[in-house]
């Protein structure tokens, strides 16, 4: 990794072993910076707080190596990334105003990417982990996660019934807890349906009637004008010598018909002129008919008034126009149908919900059972690894129990309490040696007990779920002695198949890495590109004194450094 203005971490390169990396030095001279680090290119969250005084964003540039066709490589690949002789480039930059951008093989991508490729590449531990794994829902997903499919495969199955269960009883309780309200949308929904079917209203008949009363209203208006307008083109009986357009126009016509066929050019026009004429008389027969059949009665213009006042009351209430009345009416009806159908549909919801809380005890008994075996798996399994970190006494068991709860689900003639995990409440229990009685680890260990509980559970892990990439920050808090060599000895065991970094602060553990690290600030209180080395010969020796004794060049602080270097080694 490459970290560039990142906390006290001015530019600095970190190199790290395929094997066993310690990373150490001085309190407060940036070694968790590391840990940092490595969390920002898996997508941990950006705190601007974490870039240098001064700087306009921190970067932490990273190459890590990954096997062709795993399913970090797949998911990378199908995001657009490109490998780079079989590593993959990750870049994770954070401005001061908290800006976050991230790249992943040469390519722009969302930080919930690199979030998604953090599981498959690297597990990272701290002392918030630690914390963390007193938490009853983390030790359940843990021992959920040592079960693998035993567990995943019907607790999928419950979570499909817990989730529809949940569904319906919340659309139950609406129905029952809205039954009021409901009926009183009912009674309004059927008093407007009942209105509107007395008027029995047709689509468009508001617009119709509004037509037929401006014409009504204006009967002998229009009447008058229509004859007005018949004997201006056609001639008034009683003025048999009065002037009309039909006339002037026939004889227009006449008079161009008899010299037409020495001139193309007025032959045509005469042809208009005579469809004028054609016009006129059509216009002239359609306004007497229009005059004849034009109906004053004062009777049909009462009737269609009424008719119109009724189709207003009905507007004023459920839409602009008649259509938009319909149309109400339409999903007036449809809701109604619903409603009315509330207690067919309550005892249809409460059959399934019934049916549903005893599937879900079938599921939920089905998930204690596998984990009940894989718990008896996982803490013999843990024990043995206790025996190996100097705790040869100590034994691990689980507490798996249930909750009564009248709400719950039925099991074993007890009605319990459930969630979105099953009815079990998974509790890790230790008892540190012979005679001590099983107490949960929240209670019952103290700090270095707890830092070797998860480092045990952790190697379980790496046998059955393994991952490329451990990084442990002070794993090994509150340890010291022989423990510590033993916890030393165990992740150099463990780093025989997997990478592995630890940020210690203790000599027992990092005599037997494969690289130590020495993070070192620089007079100005800056980490700088050469102020994280390798430790080699000589040098790492006098780091191993300065750990042990606070004094590099004690004589007996090497020899004591020198004495765990060749105890690493024999082991080795």
């Known amino acids: 990794m490459r970290i560039r203005s990142l906390g006290v971490i001015d530019d600095a390169v970190v190199e790290l072993s395929p094997g066993f990396t310690a990373v150490t030095g001085e309190t407060g001279a940036g070694k968790t910076m590391v840990v940092t680090s490595l969390g920002l290119l898996l997508g941990g969250r950006a705190d601007p707080a974490l870039v240098r005084i001064g700087a306009k964003a921190a970067v932490v540039e990273g ?56 599981d498959e590449l690297v597990a990272v531990h701290g002392q918030t ?14 021992l959920d996660r040592y079960a693998g499919d035993a567990v995943a495969v019907p607790l999928t199955k419950y979570q499909a019934a817990y989730r529809r269960l949940r569904a319906v009883s919340a659309e139950l309780d ?47 208006a229009l009447a008058s004008a229509a004859s007005a307008a018949h004997a201006a083109l056609a001639g008034n009986p ?21 010299v037409r066929s020495h001139d193309p050019d007025l032959s045509a026009l005469a042809d208009r002129i005579g469809e004028i004429g054609i016009l006129l008389s059509d216009v002239a027969g359609e306004l007497a008919g229009y005059a ?9 213009l009462a009737a269609v008034e009424e008719r119109r006042a009724a189709l207003t009351q009905l507007t004023r209430k459920y839409g602009e126009s008649i259509d938009q009345v319909l149309a109400w009416a339409e999903q007036g009806s449809a809701r109604l149908l619903e409603l009315d159908g509330d207690d067919d549909r309550v005892g249809e919801l409460t059959a399934e919900r019934d049916g549903l809380r005893s599937e879900l005890g079938v599921l939920a008994q089905a998930l204690t059972d596998s984990r009940t075996e894989a718990a008896s798996r996982f803490a013999e399994a843990v024990t043995q690894e206790l025996a190996s970190l ?19 689900v039925e099991l074993d003639g007890r009605t319990v309490a459930y969630g979105p995990s099953g009815v079990d409440e998974v509790e890790l229990l230790l008892a540190p040696h012979p005679g001590a009685p099983p107490r949960p680890i929240a209670k019952g260990a103290s700090g270095g007990e707890l830092s070797r509980v998860m480092l045990a559970v952790e ?38 198949s997997a990478q592995v970094v630890v940020v210690t602060h203790l000599p027992q553990v990092a005599a037997f890495a494969d690289r130590q690290l020495l993070v070192e600030k620089t007079n100005d209180g800056t980490v700088t590109r050469s102020g994280v080395t390798v430790l080699e010969g000589e040098d790492r020796v006098r780091e191993l004194s300065r750990m042990l004794a606070g004094q590099e060049d004690s004589e007996t602080a090497r020899a004591h450094a020198e004495e765990l270097l060749a105890t690493a080694r024999a082991d080795a």
């Open 174 to 220: 609406t129905i029952v807890t809205r039954a009021r309200e409901r009926a009183q949308e009912a009674d309004l929904l059927r008093f407007g349906l009942d209105e509107i079917a007395a008027v029995e209203p047709r689509a468009g008949e508001d617009v119709e009637l509004s037509a037929e009363a401006e014409r009504l209203g204006h009967a002998e």
């Open 390 to 408: 100097a705790m040869p006494h100590a034994r691990v068991s689980f507490d798996i129990r249930r909750t009564d709860d009248p709400d719950g």
């Open 129 to 142: 982990d630690q914390q963390g794994l007193l938490k009853l829902s983390r030790q359940r997903g843990a």
């Open 238 to 258: 009683e003025d048999p010598e009065g002037v009309d357009a039909t006339t002037l126009v026939g004889g227009a016509n006449r008079a161009l018909d008899a």
């Open 459 to 496: 190697v379980v892990f790496a046998g059955t779920d393994p991952v490329p990439t451990y990084l442990f920050d002070e794993v090994d808090a509150g340890v010291g002695g022989k423990a510590a060599v033993e916890i030393g000895r165990r992740l150099a065991k463990l780093a025989k």
């Open 292 to 300: 004849d059949d034009l109906d004053a009665d004062p009777l049909r």
């Open 63 to 118: 190459r890590i190596t990954v096997p062709e066709g795993t399913a970090a490589v797949v998911r990378a690949q199908e995001a657009g990334a490109e490998l780079d002789d079989g590593a993959l480039l990750i870049s994770r930059t954070v401005s001061a105003e908290g800006r976050s951008r991230a790249h992943l093989g040469g390519r722009s991508v969302p930080v919930g990417m690199l979030t998604e490729l953090a």
